[in-house]
């Protein structure tokens, strides 16, 4: 295209800035080529008029869609320039947090300067087998990468990893190593990757320092050779290192440290073991405290101290070595210390022999003190002819000093690395290894010595090979696809190489001039100058002498001759190291004596010592150059490079203040122009960086095609079509064999073709639908209009009908009113009229009764004057007979006295008494009974008749003092004055007793009252409350559906608080009722304490009409409960009598009760009154008041009785009716039609029991009042026989005391046996209120049942009503199988009393069959047998004990799941069971374990001979299963034979319990189980991420983005058909077969179900970890597609009957996940709905797929940060788990249900194709 094209109007481009290196701009006026100056507006509006020139200043450069931004590879870019990559780095950096992203092969990692929990096994597992690019970019993608090429091209591998130091190259070269460590761990228990692991702690401790730039820098660099076998499993490693920074140990910079394990040793000086030392804090060292910070933040050098140790031993090194280790270190620490003092004349110097750090070393290294001392100033001249000895200056013997004290430590770090390689060897040969090369990056600072120069030259090697790496993989790429190749230049730094390392070289004139003896660094600087002064690449700076400029390929660098010589000389005095060699410990003189040979490993193909090889003689090692040593070793790292596939790691440094996740744009560029990422961008730009798919090419752009081109079967052909008709260039892109290869920028432009096209479509779409929208809209006002029309006319219409009645209303309302005022007028007259005759006829009524009335008076007075004398004088009469009469009789009864005692002195008199004594007692209790019932009658009755005498005294007072005017005087008139003051002080204490009981009446009544209003207070507030609650959760229920889970919670609290307030009503209600029972009861003793006038029912009168029926004064009753409850109702309104309108009633009830029994008394006392007028004034004896008192007394007992039976009788009634009326009310539910009999039975039982006690009562009361009779008839004889009984004569009082005792004991024992009587009944009485109490609470329960299911769609109530319905039956079934249990263990312990009997019966048979056989025919003998076989075949198989291996072959080793197919399920296990009860029922234990202990070591061979075959797998868990239920089924443990039948119980197992082999057999088959999982898994585990989020199984929906390196070849293992073949209906398919196999197998349905769950489990944690691993995946149509396969796995599982196994729920989190990718992402509300909504994904999820989501056009928004950071503020308060993936290796734990089997083994056939001939049934 040309640029007229690309720099248009709203192009955003980017220009160069000095602070951000690159800004966006955006054009704000299109640009023609030519023109001078390009219109740009910066981001924040401003302005810009950028300068354009055709050499000096070029065109910007163009900016990617918004789509293409933060993308995982940045090869994937459009546009592919400096700009763009830094952009892209910065968004993934910045807003998603990701610190790794691809740039074609190279990973590029950013140090975020802070612990992120994305390195967890479950990560490593997450990557484990994937291939390259499919998850987002990781060192364990790059680490996977390796490990599968090395195991598929069989070629060694090797991972670069470079950078700034403090860039973190040393963490992701552990990384890598730990993820070789657990994806290919050893294979036995050498535990060869903890070693390769625990070499790091090693390492770091004496490689690693602190620098200004990094708290941990590696100060050397390593090459780790990790070995595999041929199964490519871990058998050892081998470590290689490269320049240590030596001068570190005696020199640090500002705010540096030396090696950490000084430190560290420093820090743990205090330890026992150490105080040898001398050792104190590092700041009393030279060597550590040159830095003046000794402290890292955040780091515990004594605790890293531990792990260096544990580290030591770990790697086999002993503590002997590393003692010695730690006092080689403490004693370089002491020699740093040693203090050299200068003589006067400065050429020489000494150190004092009381110098303590002198002496320190000396004992710790073991040499002699006093040579040390004079060497250590002193060196050795040697000539030809003779040697001197040359005294030093204090200057040179410091030097002398600090290099001795570094190559000390020099070759302490050899020896450590050679044994670190000596443990990490193998006796197994190496098939194969990966390399890990950790190596420092290009380096610039203000000073640069002789490090930074080895050090960049080293990366001058490097990136020569990386760039003809990425060169070479351009053109296979290219090849591969049949692309016609082009040469593409790019920077060849071989000229920079040579000018270091050729011949005459600056490494070579280095080495030359250290060589010459009186070479300085400003000679050698000087032949710098003149030899290479013409190279390109070498300059001579301005201001310098002593200095040069080597142009490296990163950057221009200035390097300090000083001190290049002495640190290429690296010179130590021979005479040191001699003293050193004679050092008395072993471990010193080692290290410093020559070695023989210089290869330590056999099987590795280069050699195990990489530092520096090892001379023969000292002469010729202090002649090599570290410079020599050095390039010797690069090329060696180069070779073995060379021989590997290499991978690279550039680490990138983003800032220099060590701060989280800031990012610096110029020192990001510094880096990646330095690491040579943007040389690869610019190489994958000189050629065609774009590469498509054909597949994803047409899916992606299909939408620019014609309806005619996308017929067509051919994909390719209409991509040709389509790109020849889009793009006219034709050199702008190339067509490959499977992929598009397009120029950079094409793809942009297609972007923006199909981006305008979907502008034209959507703006087509809007058009159309607003149209739509406007005539839906005028449709609806016309309508509106013609309807208010048409109301409006019917409104006028019916206002006008409304008038017209209302006239005629008021023509007849007037006529009315008219018409009653005229007769309200005439009805006063007529009243008037009537009242005035009434009031006067009245008068003269009135006079003639008084006339009357003034007779009858008179006649009564002088009546009653005369029949009191008549009285009077009859009373005389009587009085003197009685006395005669008594004085006759006290004669008798004396004579029969002394005859009586004269016979009961005899024993057969006694004999007698105590014969009836019984009766006796009985007959004299009742007598008791009914004269103290009379007793109290006729005290009410005297009680009655003082009242009437009362008023009669007081008309007799008024005529006696009328009398008294007329005669004066008289003695009748005294006596009856008398006689009435008496009868006037009785009638007063009974008023003033009577009144007490009507005052305490009265407040008991009102203190009940007001009890019964705050209870109808408390119930109308609970009532409301109630109302209230419901509202509220009817409120909630509505908006559950916008907001689910609080709501749900909500409702529980509610629903929670509704239940309190519920009990507290229940219990108010109790209350209430108890209150109300009181007040009955003090209502009744108040009737009784109450005077009434009348008489009570004696036994003689009382009638049996009473209490026969079971509902009581019914109809005398029914009549005034309307009227009441009416009256009632007015009176408190209509709310609150509905409110308690039963409880009123029931009070109502006994009020009437009450006034009928106060009638039928009022009748009684009537006629009491007329009997006592006729009998006049009779006087009782003393005798006959005490039995009147008696017969009161007992007729109150028995009316209390009456009363609570008839209260009893009311309950019941009350019960029956309310439970009737709940019946109706609920009369479709079984349940409750079944529970209202249930208590209907209940009650009619309790009903039959109060009919037998009345009945018993009845009875009693006959036989009470007949003894009265007969003892009245007694009394009247004696009366007559005995004239005198009323004497003085005394009897004898201790009989009689006796008698009266037996009464009172009988008495009491009578009211004891009724009072029982009566707490049976109101026990039976509570236990039918605790029965009303259940039904209602279940009544309850299925009201909010009912409620739940209203709010539930219809499938959704099917489903719950189908589980409740389970739920019910099951309940039912367990109920039913406890009472089957109990009825079965009676029955057990019958038949086992049965059984005894019936062995000694059959021992008797068989005895006496076999001496009948004996004398039998043989061949009866024969039938007889054989018939008795077949009839007695007790499920047994018997075999002998030769046949047990072919038994155990034929039935395990051989067997095969086709063979047993077609009969019973789990065939093998029921026969090995019989052939263990033939075992046990012969009784031979031997047998018993060999078949046993052989069955379980078989299956265990089969399993592991099979232990990748899931049928096979299947098949002996659904066997062992069911063989370890056999043996519980069968072991005669009551808890396992519950649900056996009388045969099975019979076949239990005789003589011995297997309860051990049975623990054995559980835990078999939780191994097979396990085993069965894990192959399962393996299965399915290449399906999962394939079938859930690739495949589309909604056509068409997902979206397709361009994709960069991670299609390439070498990254997939299959071209077309791997994994992507994968889909939905194939992975349901193979659960499918999973579940079919356990289900033909047999498998309990519980364990399937578990197996089920398990999988579930695996496909939800693999789905999502591959979901937050992926960004190509996060996006609305995965989140759709993810919706849909997740409701047809649930959808599967209803169809399988699983969905009870909780396997649905494991999918919750992936569920959720594809909701928050489909939700909303913008507002508050959007991000509270999220936290909602998210509740099974941890925050660190949640977060990590907002951060992916990446919408798959222009016309989504991304998922902004501030979004981000709200849901992060919102879900701080969870307490989730650190780890960000699932762990998919996690088990549910397996519970084997016991489920007995229902087969009888008597009829088990046994199929003749299994040839078990040799078995006999037994």
Avoid at 44 to 63: A, H
Avoid at 1528 to 1550: P, R, V
């Amino acid at each position: 295209m040309s640029v007229n094209e690309l720099y248009t109007k709203y192009t955003r481009v980017w220009i160069p800035d000095p602070d951000d290196v690159w800004k966006a701009a955006e054009i704000t006026r299109d640009y023609k080529e030519g023109e001078a100056v390009l219109h740009l507006k910066l981001e924040d509006e401003t302005p810009l008029e950028y300068p354009v020139g055709p050499k000096s200043n070029p065109l910007p450069f163009l900016r990617n869609p918004d789509i293409l931004v933060g993308e995982n590879d940045l090869t994937a870019l459009s546009y592919l320039h400096e700009p763009a990559v830094l952009h892209n780095l910065r968004v993934r950096f910045l807003e998603s947090n990701h610190i790794y992203t691809y740039c074609g092969i190279v990973l590029v990692a950013i140090n975020p300067y802070e612990q992120l929990q994305i390195y967890g096994e479950e990560v490593i597992n997450a990557y484990s087998g994937q291939n390259m690019g499919d998850m987002d970019p990781h060192i364990f993608a790059v680490a996977e990468e390796a490990y599968k090429q090395m195991a598929r091209d069989e070629r060694n591998q090797s991972i670069i990893v470079s950078g700034e130091s403090g860039a973190g190259k040393t963490v992701s070269a552990k990384y890598a190593m730990r993820f070789f460590a657990t994806v290919g761990g050893s294979a036995n228990d050498t535990n060869v990757e903890e070693k390769v692991l625990a070499s790091s702690p090693i390492m770091e401790a004496i490689g690693n320092a602190k620098t200004t730039r990094n708290d941990n820098s590696s100060r050397f660099g390593k090459y780790i050779q990790i070995g595999f076998s041929r199964r490519y499993h871990i058998i050892g490693a081998n470590m290689r290192t490269y320049l240590l920074e030596k001068s570190r140990v005696v020199f640090q910079a500002e705010d540096e440290r030396n090696y950490h394990i000084f430190y560290q040793l420093c820090a743990s000086a205090s330890l026992p073991e150490f105080r040898e030392l001398g050792l104190t804090s590092a700041e009393d060292f030279t060597f550590t405290s040159l830095g003046e910070n000794i402290f890292i933040e955040g780091v515990n050098d004594a605790d890293d101290f531990i792990k260096t140790r544990e580290a030591f031993t770990l790697l086999g090194i002993k503590e002997s070595s590393q003692s010695s280790i730690f006092k080689v270190i403490a004693s370089i620490l002491h020699l740093g210390n040693v203090e050299i003092c200068s003589e006067r004349d400065g050429e020489s110097c000494h150190i004092s022999r009381d110098d303590v750090h002198l002496q320190h070393f000396c004992r710790l290294l073991g040499v002699e003190l006093q040579q040390m001392e004079h060497w250590l100033c002193h060196r050795k001249l040697a000539t030809t002819s003779e040697t001197y000895v040359k005294n030093m200056s204090s200057k040179q013997a410091s030097n002398a000093r600090d290099a001795l004290a570094k190559h000390i430590y020099a070759r302490m770090f050899d020896w450590i690395v050679e044994h670190i390689n000596m443990s990490l060897q193998t006796s197994s040969k190496q098939h194969s290894f990966i390399g890990v090369l950790d190596i420092y990056g290009f380096e610039t600072f203000e000073v640069n010595s002789f490090e930074q120069f080895c050090i960049n030259y080293a990366n001058e090697k490097l990136q020569q090979q990386f760039n003809s790496h990425v060169f070479k993989l351009e053109q296979e790429e290219y090849m591969k696809e049949q692309i016609p190749w082009t040469l593409i230049d790019f920077y060849d730094n071989q000229p920079c190489i040579d000018l270091i390392e050729a011949k005459l070289g600056i490494l070579d004139l280095l080495d030359e001039e250290c060589k010459v003896p009186k070479g300085t660094d400003q000679n050698w600087a000087q032949k710098l100058y003149k030899q290479h002064s013409s190279s390109a690449h070498f300059q001579k700076p301005r201001m310098s002498n002593v200095s040069f400029i080597i142009i490296h390929f990163a950057d221009k660098v200035e390097y300090q001759c000083e001190g290049f010589l002495e640190k290429n000389r690296d010179t130590v005095y021979e005479e040191q190291i001699n003293i050193l060699k004679a050092s008395q410990f072993q471990l010193v003189a080692d290290l410093f004596h020559d070695k023989d040979g210089v290869s330590s490993s056999k099987s590795s193909r280069v050699n195990v010592r990489a530092a520096k090889p090892t001379p023969k003689t000292p002469n010729r090692e202090h002649r090599k150059t570290v410079g020599h040593q050095f390039r010797s070793s690069l090329h060696l790292l180069m070779e073995t490079l060379n021989a590997t596939t290499p991978h690279y790691v550039r680490c990138i440094k983003p800032n220099d203040v060590k701060e989280a996740f800031s990012f610096d744009s110029s020192r990001a560029v510094q880096q990646l122009r330095a690491c040579g990422v943007l040389e690869t961008i610019r190489i994958s730009a000189a050629g065609y960086p774009s590469r498509w798919t054909y597949p994803d090419f047409f899916s992606r752009y299909r939408v620019l095609l014609k309806k005619s081109d996308m017929m067509s079967a051919d994909k390719k052909l209409v991509c040709r079509n389509l790109l020849e008709t889009l793009i006219k260039e034709p050199d702008m892109y190339q067509f490959g064999k499977t992929k598009i290869f397009f120029r950079a920028g094409q793809v942009a432009y297609l972007e923006k073709i199909r981006a305008d096209k979907f502008r034209s479509a959507c703006i087509k779409i809007q058009k159309t639908v607003r149209g739509w929208l406007q005539r839906v809209r005028y449709r609806k006002i016309r309508k509106s209009a013609i309807t208010l029309q048409r109301y409006g006319r019917g409104y006028l219409a019916r206002r006008y009908a409304e008038f017209l009645r209302l006239s005629r209303a008021a023509l007849i309302c007037q006529k009315q009113y008219r018409m009653v005022r005229d007769r309200r007028a005439f009805l006063r007259v007529r009243q008037a009229v009537v009242t005035i005759q009434a009031y006067t006829r009245g008068m003269f009524t009135r006079r003639i009764y008084w006339e009357f009335l003034m007779h009858h008076k008179a006649m009564i007075i002088q009546k009653s004057v005369r029949g009191w004398l008549q009285r009077k004088k009859f009373r005389r009469a009587r009085a003197a007979a009685i006395i005669i009469q008594c004085a006759y009789r006290r004669r008798l009864a004396k004579r029969q006295l002394q005859q009586l005692k004269i016979e009961a002195r005899s024993a057969q008199h006694l004999k007698k008494l105590n014969t009836g004594m019984e009766n006796k007692i009985v007959q004299l209790q009742r007598k008791m009974d009914d004269q103290s019932k009379e007793l109290k009658s006729q005290n009410e009755q005297l009680q009655q008749v003082n009242i009437t005498l009362g008023s009669e005294v007081n008309k007799l007072q008024k005529q006696l003092e009328q009398a008294r005017s007329q005669q004066a005087g008289g003695g009748q008139l005294t006596s009856l004055q008398e006689e009435l003051d008496r009868l006037r002080e009785e009638l007063q204490e009974a008023l003033a007793h009577n009144k007490k009981l009507e005052e305490e009446h009265g407040t008991e009544k009102q203190s009940l009252q007001q009890r019964v209003e705050e209870l109808q207070r408390e119930n109308s507030l609970l009532k409301t409350e109630k109302e209230e609650m419901n509202q509220i959760i009817a409120q909630l229920s509505k908006s559950s559906e916008v907001d689910g889970s609080s709501v749900s919670q909500k409702e529980a609290t509610l629903q929670k608080e509704l239940d309190q307030e519920r009990q507290r009503y229940q219990n108010l209600l109790k209350e209430f009722s108890r209150l109300e029972q009181r007040y009955d009861n003090l209502k009744e003793e108040v009737s009784l304490n109450k005077f009434h006038p009348g008489h009570r029912r004696n036994p003689s009168n009382v009638s049996s009409l009473e209490s026969d029926s079971n509902y009581p004064s019914i109809s005398t009753s029914e009549v005034g409960d309307t009227e009441d409850s009416i009256q009632l109702v007015e009176e408190m309104g209509v709310e609150k009598a509905a409110m308690d309108i039963s409880l009123f009633m029931k009070l109502q009830k006994r009020v009437r009760e009450l006034e009928t029994e106060r009638k039928r008394l009022q009748t009684s006392v009537d006629k009491m009154e007329e009997l006592a007028k006729r009998k006049g004034s009779e006087s009782r004896s003393p005798t006959s008041e005490t039995e009147t008192a008696d017969l009161a007394y007992d007729s109150l007992k028995r009316q209390e009785l009456e009363t609570e039976n008839k209260k009893l009788k009311n309950d019941l009634n009350e019960l029956r009716k309310t439970i009737s009326e709940r019946a109706s009310q609920n009369n479709s539910s079984n349940e409750l039609q079944d529970g209202y009999n249930l208590l209907l039975s209940q009650l009619k039982a309790a009903t039959e029991e109060l009919d037998a006690r009345k009945e018993e009562v009845l009875i009693l009361r006959t036989q009470i009042v007949s003894t009265a009779e007969q003892q009245g008839k007694n009394n009247h004889i004696e009366s007559e026989n005995v004239p005198e009984l009323n004497s003085k004569e005394p009897i004898d009082k201790e009989e009689a005391a006796k008698d009266y005792h037996g009464l009172t004991e009988s008495k009491k024992l009578l009211e004891a046996q009724l009072q029982t009587q009566s707490r049976q009944h109101k026990d039976e009485l509570e236990a039918l209120h605790t029965q009303i109490e259940l039904l209602r609470d279940d009544i309850e329960k299925k009201q909010e049942i009912l409620n739940y299911m209203s709010s539930l769609s219809p499938e959704a109530k099917v489903e719950y009503s189908v589980q409740q319905e389970i739920t019910r039956l099951t309940n039912d079934n367990l109920d039913l199988k406890e009472l089957v249990e109990k009825l079965e263990k009676n029955e057990r312990k019958l038949k086992k009393q049965l059984r005894i009997y019936m062995k000694k019966v059959q021992e008797l048979e068989a005895s006496m069959a076999a001496a009948q056989s004996s004398r039998s025919k043989p061949e009866l003998i024969r039938q007889v047998t054989v018939q008795r076989k077949e009839k007695d075949f007790e499920g047994m198989l018997e075999y002998n004990k030769e046949d047990e291996a072919l038994l155990l072959k034929t039935l395990i080793t051989d067997m095969r799941p086709s063979l047993v197919s077609a009969t019973v399920p789990c065939l093998p296990a029921y026969i090995l069971f019989m052939c263990i009860r033939h075992a046990d029922y012969i009784n031979d234990d031997q047998k018993v374990e060999a078949l046993l202990t052989s069955t379980i070591n078989s299956i265990k061979k089969v399993l592991k001979k099979n232990n990748d075959d899931f049928e096979m797998t299947s098949f002996w868990l659904a066997n062992t299963s069911r063989l370890l239920h056999c043996l519980k089924q069968y072991s005669g443990d009551e808890a396992f034979m519950t649900q056996n039948t009388s045969k099975q119980n019979e076949h239990c197992l005789k003589n011995f319990d297997l309860a051990e082999y049975r623990q054995v057999l559980s835990d078999l088959s939780i191994q097979i189980y396990q085993q069965l999982i894990k192959v399962a898994e393996g299965i399915i585990q290449p399906m999962i991420v394939s079938a859930m989020l690739e495949s589309e199984s909604i056509p068409s929906l997902a979206g397709v983005k361009p994709m960069g390196y991670r299609n390439r070849s070498s990254s997939m293992d299959t071209d077309a058909g791997g994994p992507s073949s994968y889909t939905l209906e194939a992975l349901i398919r193979q659960l499918g077969q999973f579940h079919g196999i356990m289900r033909d197998h047999g498998l309990d349905p519980e364990i399937a179900g578990q197996v089920v769950r398990q999988l579930f489990h695996c496909i939800n944690a693999t789905t999502l970890n591959n979901l937050l691993l992926r960004k190509d995946v996060c996006s609305w149509s995965t989140g759709m597609q993810l919706r849909y396969n997740t409701s047809q796995m649930e959808e599967w599982l209803r169809a399988n009957n699983l969905y009870q196994s909780n396997a649905a729920a494991t999918l919750e989190p992936i569920i959720q996940a594809a909701q928050l990718l489909q939700v909303k992402k913008k507002t508050t509300q959007d991000a509270e709905a999220i936290c909602s909504l998210c509740t099974s994904l941890t925050t660190q999820q949640i977060v990590k797929i907002l951060n992916l989501y990446t919408p798959l056009n222009e016309f989504e928004e991304r998922v902004t940060v501030s979004f981000i950071r709200t849901i992060q503020n919102s879900l701080q308060d969870r307490n989730d788990p650190p780890q960000l993936l699932l762990d998919t290796k996690q088990t549910f734990p397996v519970l084997f249900p016991y489920t007995p089997s229902a087969l009888s083994l008597e009829t088990l056939h046994i199929p003749a194709s299994l040839d078990l001939n040799f078995l006999i049934r037994v």
